[in-house]
């Protein structure tokens, strides 16, 4: 059974950082892509970040530069430090493994991040 448990939200002011963990059970997160994903109660899922197997990175425009995703395979967890942040980085973030942000993939329950301003 797989399973995704993030860690790491909260309330903080703009400006400001947290990082995300997300502790990964039932498939390797050293071969596959993961990514971290996020939804406010407007709009639509977005991606945020994915990693992919080989190391590749892709970052979504509004946060490259601020955040940093990352994984420890011997830990099986994936991260994600964000800096600098904005009030219209609030959003529930999810931890995902697969990185195509469709059901074919494995979620975390999701962590709500209030920034304000």
């Known amino acids: 059974q797989v399973r995704l448990v993030e860690s790491g939200g909260g309330l903080v002011q703009a400006g400001g950082s947290l990082t995300l963990s997300c502790a990964v059970s039932?498939?390797?997160?050293?071969?596959?892509?993961v990514g971290w994903f996020r939804q406010d109660s407007a709009k639509e899922r977005e991606y945020v970040a994915i990693?992919?197997?080989?190391?590749?990175?892709n970052y979504r425009v509004s946060v490259k530069g601020r955040f940093t995703i990352s994984r420890d395979n011997a830990k099986n967890s994936m991260y994600l430090q964000m800096n600098s942040l904005k009030p219209e980085d609030t959003a529930v973030y999810f931890c995902?493994?697969?990185?195509?942000?469709?059901?074919?993939?494995?979620w975390g329950q999701g962590t709500q991040i209030t920034v304000s301003s």
């Open positions: 995902n493994v697969g990185g195509s942000g469709t059901d074919y993939d494995y």
């Open positions: 039932g498939v390797s997160v050293s071969e596959a892509a």
């Open positions: 990693l992919s197997a080989n190391g590749a990175t």
